[in-house]
């Protein structure tokens, strides 16, 4: 059933797309920062845990603050519709979920610990954003009287006012040098953490949602530091992506082909 079926107007239609969507960029970028991570944790504790690091501030300044703007702006019009209560009250229950297993990726006991944390992360948000793509936003869109797309410009003005305001909780400096790609060491063996040979990790998105595949790309990227690289692998030659990557980091990465089909295409993306 389309988007326009499913919602009261037009505009609201539009407003459903764009949130699924949303969702998709969300879900995808954890999931290539987690996947970065899981890698990492077998072959490189040092630089696991600065992906650890800009995990945090990631979910710092996506995930949690987008759910404390659904409670305000989506979950109370939502409550209000019949037979949802017990949805919304559900759907609360799994933002403190959330927050707890951000938490817990803060001052992980080992690389071990923090790998299974994000990985239960990942899997609790991509089931969290299902059951808002799928029951929440449909309702609120179809609901008479309501305007999905009066409800989300509501929500988007919260986000907007809070990184104005001053970021969300547990930023400190030193992770936002990591994220703006800032080094941290000098990147070679004088001890002060930097990484001689550090092994590269390996993305494969063959297997992921096409819809999440582009925005787990963009996750992984921004867990790579300057000095250091990634392999991507992918189902064919991923010109429109290689696009997009310089269109949103001008001259940041370069591309080299390790492997050209048949079956995966292969390729180093280098940060200089």
Known sequence: MSALTLASAPEDATALEAAEAHHAR?????????????????????????????????????????????????????????????LVESLIAEHSCLTALVDALRTPSDVTGAAADARALQVFFEEHVAKENGLVLPLLAAAPGLRLADLLASMHDRLEHRTRSGGGPGADSHTAAQENGEETGCGGGCGCG?????????????????????????????????????????????LPLLGQIEQRNPGRFAVEYLQRGPEAWRLRLSHH
């Open 26 to 86: 969300m879900a995808g970028e954890l999931a290539g920062r987690v996947a970065m991570l899981l890698t990492a944790a077998n072959r490189d504790p040092d630089a696991a845990e600065r992906i650890r690091a800009g995990l945090v501030a990631f979910c710092d300044r996506e995930i949690l603050p987008h759910a404390i703007a659904e409670e305000a702006a989506l979950y109370p019009a939502a409550r209000r519709l019949p037979d949802s209560r017990l």
């Open 194 to 238: 930097g990484e001689e040979e550090a092994a590269e990790p390996e993305l494969d998105v063959r297997s992921v949602p096409h819809a999440l595949r582009h925005a787990t790309v963009f996750g992984a990227l921004d867990a790579v530091q300057a000095g250091q690289a990634m392999v991507l692998v992918a189902p064919h030659d991923p």
